[in-house]
């Protein structure tokens, strides 16, 4: 069995994109879509398992500030959270193919908008 590639921790955002190309075909194919004809299912599929990813995450912000039953705080880590937030990045990062969108471009385009407004 051979182990993915370990990738660097200064992963670009265009790396993080041509991933996210990859492997979307990769999905569709696992799941006998096709690109064209099957698209809109793609994209409702992507955008639940996003939800779902960020269900989880929210799990963990609560976690994080022990806003759950005591018996769960143990399960909350700073790992498990950086995970999630990794997830729900994934999940964006597909959708954003699905949809043709090039979301390290949009992304450097709302930090620039954000940043003239002050933020």
């Given at each position: 069995?051979?182990?993915a ?12 994109a ?11 194919a696992?799941f006998?879509l ?7 299912l ?7 398992k996003l ?12 976690g ?5 039953r005591?018996?769960k ?5 700073p790992?498990?959270?950086?995970g ?32 003239q407004?002050?933020?």
């Open positions: 069995m051979t182990s590639p370990v990738q660097q921790p200064d992963l670009s955002l265009r790396d993080a041509n991933w996210a190309s990859e492997q979307a075909k990769r999905l569709a696992n006998g096709d690109a064209t004809h099957d698209r809109d793609f994209v409702l599929a992507q955008t639940a939800g779902e990813e960020v269900g989880e995450l929210h799990a963990e912000v609560l994080a500030i022990k806003y759950c005591t018996d705080i143990e399960k909350f880590t790992d498990s959270l950086a999630e937030l990794a997830d729900v990045m994934v999940c964006a990062f597909l959708l954003a193919e699905i949809l043709e969108v090039d979301l390290p471009t949009a992304l450097a385009g709302k930090i620039g908008f954000l940043g407004r002050g933020f």
